[in-house]
């Protein structure tokens, strides 16, 4: 009988269901609910990664998933949340986010498909708007959600006799002993630069956890974990890039962007620091994406491993470039936006969706 | 290519109904289970090795598994392999009912076969992929055991999933 399978090996079985599939083996019978809940299954390569879109103004409090094998949306209910939240990055089958409502930096883990949030202790130093990156340890491995670890560097805190300061040091939670490690001291220009121009999601390859500006010129820095060093690294076409979006695949570190009136490109990390242009965005689906314009501005990009999406609004379509055979080959796709909300600011990243 | 005459070594193996199957070493050798026993008792190669928890028909079908893989591997990889690899495999399991999918999934999960185990999860996966609730209870023999309050509440948290699926084709 399959209600009888024992846990452990039904476990194997869910961990090849998409989030929309899991959710019905949950719903058949007790046994399968408790063994769906009991081992959240995360084995990332059986799926392609969903697109998760979370609006900027929760009011309405519930985020949007595409479902990349059916090319279908689905709307998800976040009322389980305490606190509206930002996305910071995608760990494995979990979101790490950010609650909106304190201007002091927490962080918290959340699973929009089975309605988990666990914040994780507070800082060491408390600080507000620092950059924060991820980095997960042995991606792939199996079981559940992998260890990881969360670095914040910079942002700013209370100064010893009243007012604000740049703060230097770097913090590093690690998901094995789930606590925060002061981790050592940064130059003060890039503890500045970090806290003033880049609000924006790391990237870790290598080694390194790299960070961008957010706007003109661009430019990318690198922290080296081993060896604590910094070191900043220039990007192609800095000042005249209209959006910009560092990601990491295919084990290098991607950079996404585009220039007004051309067709947006992605570079590859190459060795000596230097960038290779591997791929252009087609132009019909480029002009499709800006709708007849010719400006990339408000033009936002996320990746994981096997897909790079280029978005804007939630109700205009979305550009996508997926990997259709394990390191062989990528393909373009179009998505067509979710029609039935137009016009939300989002803020988006992408989930492998299995829970 | 020159072919060595070489002694093909035999490994027995009782099944749960007591047949004894003789397979070649390098055969025994996929089942992760024996290796280990065999990497940890390296003077048992003569002895019968007892496999309680599974039947003949499944081992006979594992057996036919690894021998096929072992051959599809021992050729140059190329496209055209991988394409008849996974008409094999399709091959496999189509004609299976789902108790005896179970039976080998079981098997394979006890003789630590990876790759086969995979194999046979997925297309099980492939069966409950975008089928409805019911169709998935009726399919797998499931009784829905949810009091009328519990199902309401599941039925909430999941509904989300539950647009686009298959029309059930019974």
């Known amino acids: 009988m399959w209600s009888t399978l024992p846990f452990d090996v039904l476990a194997k079985i869910f961990s090849f269901l998409s989030p929309d599939s899991l959710a019905c083996a949950r719903s058949a019978c007790r046994q399968w609910h408790t063994c769906a809940r009991t081992y959240p299954s995360t084995l990332p390569q059986h799926h392609q990664a969903w697109f998760l879109a979370l609006p900027t103004r929760n009011r309405g ?66 600080r507000t708007n620092p950059a924060v990156g991820v980095v997960i340890l042995e991606p792939g491995q199996p079981g559940p959600n992998p260890d990881f670890r969360v670095y914040v560097a910079g942002g700013m805190s209370e100064a010893p006799r009243g007012g604000a300061t740049y703060e230097a040091t770097l913090e590093m939670y690690d998901s094995v002993d789930d606590a925060w490690h002061i981790m050592g001291f940064m130059p003060v220009e890039f503890a500045v630069r970090l806290t003033v121009w880049t609000p924006n999601e790391s990237v ?112 205009s379509g979305m550009v996508v470039w997926r990997e259709i055979e394990e390191k062989v080959r990528w393909e373009w796709f179009w998505v067509e936006g979710c029609h039935f909300i137009r016009d939300k600011q989002v803020q988006n990243l992408q989930i492998k969706g299995s829970v | 290519m020159s072919m060595a005459a070489v002694e093909t070594k035999k490994i027995t193996l009782r099944t749960a109904d007591n047949h004894e199957f003789e397979v070649e070493e390098a055969i025994a050798m996929e089942f992760s289970t024996i290796k280990t026993f065999f990497d940890e008792n390296p003077d048992a190669s003569e002895d019968t090795i007892p496999l309680p928890n599974v039947t003949s028909k499944c081992l006979s079908a594992i057996i036919e598994y690894c021998k096929s893989h072992l051959a599809f591997r021992a050729r140059e ?30 098997a394979a999960n006890y003789l630590n076969i990876k790759a086969l185990l995979d194999m046979l999860n997925q297309a099980v996966a492939d069966r409950i992929k975008n089928k409805s609730v019911e169709y998935v209870r009726r399919f797998f023999g499931l009784e829905n055991d949810y009091t009328p309050e519990e199902e309401a509440a599941i039925r909430a948290e999941n509904e989300w999933a539950f647009e686009g699926v298959d029309p059930d084709d019974d």
Request: aromatic share 10%; net charge negative; proline share 4%.
């Open chain 1, 61 to 126: 409090q519930c985020c949007y998933v595409h479902n990349p094998v059916v090319d279908k949306w689905h709307m998800l209910s976040l009322d389980f949340l305490p606190d509206p939240i930002r996305p910071v990055a995608s760990i494995g089958t979990l979101i790490l986010v950010r609650p909106t409502n304190c201007t002091i930096l927490q962080l918290a883990l959340c699973n929009p498909f089975t309605r988990q949030f666990k914040y994780l202790p507070m800082l060491n130093i408390t």
């Open chain 1, 204 to 315: 870790y390859s290598d080694g390194v956890l790299y960070w961008m500006t957010s706007a003109r010129a661009y430019s990318v820095m690198g922290f080296h974990l081993g060896s604590h060093t910094w070191r900043e690294l220039s990007v192609p076409m800095a000042d005249r890039l209209e959006f910009a979006a560092l990601l990491w695949r295919n084990g290098r570190l991607t950079l996404v962007g585009g220039t007004c009136g051309e067709d947006a490109c992605i570079w590859e990390l190459t060795e000596g620091d230097g960038w290779g242009l591997i791929e252009k965005v087609p132009i019909e689906l480029g002009i499709k994406f800006l709708g007849g314009k010719r400006s990339w501005g408000s033009t936002k990009c996320v990746g994981s491993e096997g897909a790079i999406c280029l978005y804007r609004e939630f109700g």
């Open chain 2, 77 to 106: 990889t190329s496209s055209s392999i991988d394409e008849q690899v996974r008409t094999y495999d399709e091959e496999f399991v189509k004609a299976r009912d789902n108790e005896s999918l179970k039976e080998l999934i079981l």
